[in-house]
């Protein structure tokens, strides 16, 4: 029951029915804003972190392909038997080579390197090597005192090694076709290569790529044996017909 107040004895109501019945929605509705800012805050918190893991995970790829096309190490490659099994596969790579040569390794997107691989005659590999692991590869071959003479420079930056069993100019001539349909020539022209422990600068591996391929000298060869009997023919053909000539004009009767 309400109470006499001291001063005027009117009746005084009680606060919380005050409040109760006249700021009720203001409080009401002061709770659903914060509950919408809370909720707003949430989902912008969320999109956060969901932008700061794409991100990551992004970059995580993009480390991924790096490594796999320039040769960093990580995982298993990093560690001293990783290195080993690298090495020794190199130089098998190089015990069955005739030549090698080297590009830049650089700015070449992994992709980019696929596609260089797969144009590749067969019996010729390319592989990025770390310079450190390659010069132990080449420890006993013969490829050693050319590659690392005075004035070679194959063991200098990241570069991309082409190891090439036995068809050297087709090998040549589908990279510099890899280039042209890439955009690469100013960049990612050949350095310098090896051939029978001779080492060749850019212009000099040119030349030889400039050689018949293997295709083209079996074409030519294919071409000279179908010819040999038909020159043998024409040969032994001629001799006949000047003999029966000979003949005929010997044996005809004096016009006297």
Request: net charge positive.
């Amino acid at each position: 029951a309400p109470f006499l107040g001291p001063i005027d004895q009117k009746p005084i109501r009680p606060a919380i029915n005050y409040l109760s019945f006249n700021t009720l929605p203001i409080y009401i509705a002061k709770i659903k804003l914060s509950m919408m800012k809370f909720c707003l805050f949430g989902l912008l918190l969320s999109i956060s972190h969901a932008a700061a893991f794409i991100s990551t995970s992004t970059t995580n790829s993009r480390s991924l392909e790096v490594t796999e096309l320039y040769g960093g190490a990580q995982g298993y490659a990093s560690t001293l038997p990783g290195k080993k099994e690298k090495v020794a596969r190199v130089k098998e790579l190089l015990d069955t080579s005739q030549m090698v040569f080297t590009i830049p390794a650089s700015a070449m997107s992994v992709q980019q390197a696929q596609k260089l691989r797969e144009s590749l005659p067969e019996g010729t590999t390319a592989s990025v090597v770390k310079n450190k692991l390659m010069l132990r590869a080449l420890e006993g071959t013969e490829f050693s005192e050319a590659v690392t003479s005075e004035g070679s420079t194959m063991l200098k930056g990241a570069n991309m090694w082409f190891f090439i069993d036995e068809d050297i100019s087709g090998t040549i001539k589908a990279y510099n076709g890899f280039l042209k349909d890439e955009g690469l020539k100013e960049s990612h022209q050949i350095l310098s290569g090896v051939l029978e422990s001779v080492l060749y600068d850019s212009e000099g591996v040119e030349a030889i790529g400039k050689l018949p391929t293997k295709k083209e000298l079996y074409a030519r060869l294919a071409g000279a044996l179908k010819a040999v009997p038909t020159k043998v023919a024409r040969v032994i053909k001629a001799p006949t017909t000047k003999l029966a000539r000979a003949i005929k004009l010997a044996t005809m009767p004096d016009e006297e």
